[in-house]
């Protein structure tokens, strides 16, 4: 059982739309992360959020936007996606220490999203 | 720079055989190492990291992995494999507390009956 839950697990819109996707987490981890992962490929990190404060922004387009509404909670907001953003989004958690980092990621099943 | 390397994309083996995924990392000072296994449409599952207390890691599955500084290796390694581990599986290097996660390439491992 993960101790990360996303929702929702499978999503598929058209390049107009808007959605968002969900993650929680109840293991006290003050950092959550959104990450992208295309087929055989490693995940790579989006965004990366400290005690509710974005701290990390890979450069994303403006047409993913992330919130994290509280310690539990994270949201990808997706707009005017195109057909490459189409991949598996993956929401992690870790621990942070003396506003660092550490630890390992805890993950959660993914979002399988695809633009049509 | 890449701060980690995975030696081979795929790698197959029997059924009872002796697992070995190799990874390379690149780092000046002992790094935290991890290695996560992905199954199909599933997110990445912690198998076993080391942060200094040993260089022996054993981990779940009966998986364990040796840090060798010398050779600034972890590779990860199971004494028998069983067809449910057949699987993508991911070396990860943070090179110090508070830097972010590198990951590997990735390794697919498959198992043949």
């Known amino acids: ?116 | 720079a890449q701060s980690v390397t995975q030696l081979g994309s795929h790698v197959s083996v029997s059924e009872g055989a002796l697992v070995l995924l190799r990874c390379n990392y690149s780092s000046s000072v002992p790094p935290y190492l991890f290695w996560y296994v992905q199954y199909p449409n599933q997110g990445l599952q912690l198998l076993l990291k080391y942060t200094s207390a040993a260089t022996l890691v054993k981990g779940i599955n009966g998986f364990e992995a040796e840090f060798k500084k010398s050779e600034t290796s972890f590779h990860l390694t199971k004494p028998s494999a069983h067809m449910s581990d057949a699987a993508e599986y991911f070396c990860a290097v943070r090179k110090t507390s508070g830097s972010r996660l590198t990951f590997g390439e990735g390794t697919q491992l498959t198992v043949n009956p």
């Open chain 1, 1 to 116: 059982d993960t101790e990360v839950t996303q929702t929702p697990k499978h999503l598929v819109m058209g390049m107009t739309n808007k959605k968002s996707l969900k993650c929680e987490q109840h293991m006290g981890h003050r950092a959550m992360y959104w990450y992208k992962q295309k087929a055989k490929k490693p995940p790579e990190l989006m965004f990366v959020y400290s005690y509710e404060k974005l701290s990390i922004n890979e450069s994303v387009p403006s047409r993913f936007s992330p919130e994290c509404p509280n310690s539990s909670l994270l949201n990808l907001h997706l707009h005017a996606l195109q057909p490459e953003d189409s991949a598996l989004y993956l929401c992690a958690s870790s621990q942070v220490v003396r506003g660092n980092l550490v630890g390992e990621l805890f993950f959660g099943e993914g979002s399988r999203l695809t633009v049509l």
